[in-house]
């Protein structure tokens, strides 16, 4: 059957949501955090993120410790990334009354790869002279699957729980193969994590050398530092993140209230290996979305953009916005907030996108100083009224990965 038809036959709703940021865990420091855009940008702290000699260091955003919720038994050998992932899943878990549903009707998508390497940094550099001590737990608890195991071993998740990689566009990924997982009919309820990835310094360095990271222009002003489509802008920056929602089918949703429902998906790949963003790829991944929920570009009121804030992917982000018609919908970027949690970002800002939606609001834009094209409706530097209708989520990927979401008010 067409994907149009699915898609009207099952609905999607978003019926919790988990999530850590830089403003600590949970929705509600994350809700108040986004309104007010307070600046949480500094030098980051954490070992194995120190600069190389004679560079400038690494400026980002990192969270506080994840509450300590686990076993003991289990939290010795638990990362920082499967921690960080059970406070959200918990959170999420139980705004949706999950322990109300059969556990084979429930799965789990985990977006992003490469989770966890730092910690595999501190391993090398623990154990470099006594490699025969390395604890046996070292076998899989760095394998990005350890968080599936992680989260089935704690929650009654027996439907499947599986990983999934499209670099920076991971967790968005994740909400589209959930809302797959649930119009197959496998499951009546699907977790989609955008999970912590939390990088070394060996990646932030490559990041930097490679010209997609900034900071070294904004060595020493680091609130400066993460402006998204300004035209002082100089890379991302960094943003320890994570988030969990929890997708449900509209008619199983047993009296909850919803944060939303998710219409229509695209996710396309446009042949380019490395950080080459494709407006081409872009458009397509967009308009796949709006055919799937039966609209058009001038059926949405407000965009929220990848954003990243690098020089290449903003302008052909905006040619994509010229492209498809968007310039009578109102604009942001969670990223000017938070920074940029890799495989985290689209999870964490369609959990902002429908934070938006419950609050009739828009969140300000930090560093907006100069848009790069003025002429488009940008959210200021205070947050605005606006009574979201429905919005179109972009999320974009190294190695040519392109998804579009389009979400609409509860229904």
């Given amino acids: 059957m067409p994907p149009k038809l699915l898609a009207d036959q099952v609905g999607i709703a978003v019926s919790g949501i988990g999530i850590a940021s830089g403003f600590g865990h949970g929705k509600a420091l994350f809700r108040e955090g986004l309104f007010e855009a307070p600046n949480l940008f500094s030098y980051l702290q954490r070992e194995t993120r120190e600069a190389a000699d004679g560079e400038s260091p690494f400026i980002g955003i990192e969270m506080p410790p994840p509450p300590d919720i686990l076993p003991r038994r289990i939290a010795r050998t638990a990362s920082l990334s499967g921690a960080t992932a059970v406070s959200v899943v918990t959170e ?18 985990v977006g992003g790869s490469n989770l966890m390497s730092r910690e595999q940094a501190l391993a090398f550099k623990g154990y470099a002279d006594r490699r025969a001590y390395i604890p046996p737990r070292h076998g899989h608890m760095f394998l990005d699957t350890d968080i599936c195991g992680l989260c089935t071993s704690i929650f009654a998740i027996r439907g ?3 990983t999934t990689g499209a670099a920076s566009a991971s967790g968005t990924l994740a909400i589209v193969q959930a809302m797959d997982a649930i119009r ?53 920056i960094y943003g320890e993140a994570c988030a969990a929602l929890v997708l449900t089918r509209t008619d199983k949703l047993a009296g909850l209230s919803s944060y939303g429902t998710l219409l229509g998906a695209g996710f396309v790949s446009d042949g380019t290996r490395g950080p080459e963003p494709n407006s081409a790829g872009q458009i397509r991944a967009a308009k796949k979305a709006l055919a799937e929920a039966g609209l058009k570009a001038e059926d949405i009121d407000y965009v929220n953009g990848h954003a990243t804030g690098t020089p290449t992917g903003d302008m052909v982000e905006l040619e994509t916005y010229r492209a498809l018609g968007l310039g009578h919908a109102r604009i942001n970027a969670t990223k000017s907030i938070i920074g940029h949690g890799l495989s985290a970002a689209g999870t964490v800002e369609v959990a902002a996108t429908l934070m938006q939606i419950e609050a009739g609001r828009l969140h300000p834009m930090r560093n907006l100083q ?38 609409g008010r509860p229904g």
């Avoid at 999420?92 to 998508?109: S, Y």
């Avoid at 790069?372 to 979201?388: F, I, M, Q, S, Y």
Wanted: contains cysteine; charged residues 20%; negative net charge.
């Fill in 160 to 162: 499947f729980a599986y």
């Fill in 92 to 109: 999420a878990w139980q705004e949706a009354n999950l322990d109300a549903i059969d556990p084979d009707r429930i799965g789990l998508v």
């Fill in 370 to 407: 100069h848009p790069l094209d003025p002429n488009l409706r940008w959210v200021g530097a205070k947050a605005e009224t606006h009574a979201l209708q429905t919005a179109l989520k972009f999320s974009f990927g190294f190695g040519g990965m392109n998804a579009a979401l389009v979400i």
């Fill in 184 to 236: 197959a009919g496998k499951v009546d309820v699907c977790i989609a994590l955008g999970a912590f990835q939390d990088v070394s310094g060996h990646d932030l360095q490559a990041m930097r050398a490679l010209g997609a990271m900034g900071s070294s222009k904004y060595a020493t002003a680091p609130s400066e530092a993460c402006r998204p489509m300004d035209r002082d802008h100089d890379g991302f």
